[in-house]
């Protein structure tokens, strides 16, 4: 017997008071997901989960990674 997953992720990301970034994955199915996001080049940005970040997704709306500012004074 073979079942499938066919649930689609979906991200957001938002913005903060000091323009860090939150990015949230968004899970239509009642199956929790594993979420890989490997940031490759981040500018005057850090991510609190390191350079691969490892997430689960469960049902609804989550959090998956924040991104902090390096460089408040940046753009």
Request: a positive charge; hydrophobic letters at 35%; aromatic letters at 10%.
């Given at each position: 017997?073979?079942?499938?997953?066919?649930?689609?992720?979906?991200?957001?990301?938002?913005?903060?008071?000091?323009?860090?970034?939150?990015?949230?994955?968004?899970?239509?199915?009642?199956?929790?997901?594993?979420?890989?996001?490997?940031?490759?080049?981040?500018?005057?940005?850090?991510?609190?989960?390191?350079?691969?970040?490892?997430?689960?997704?469960?049902?609804?709306?989550?959090?998956?990674?924040?991104?902090k500012?390096?460089?408040?004074?940046?753009?």
């Amino acid at each position: 017997m073979h079942s499938y997953a066919f649930a689609q992720l979906k991200f957001e990301s938002a913005y903060d008071n000091d323009r860090n970034v939150t990015i949230y994955a968004i899970n239509p199915d009642v199956i929790p997901f594993t979420v890989v996001i490997d940031f490759t080049t981040l500018n005057n940005l850090t991510s609190t989960g390191g350079k691969t970040v490892i997430a689960l997704s469960n049902p609804g709306r989550n959090v998956v990674a924040k991104l902090k500012r390096t460089n408040p004074d940046q753009g």
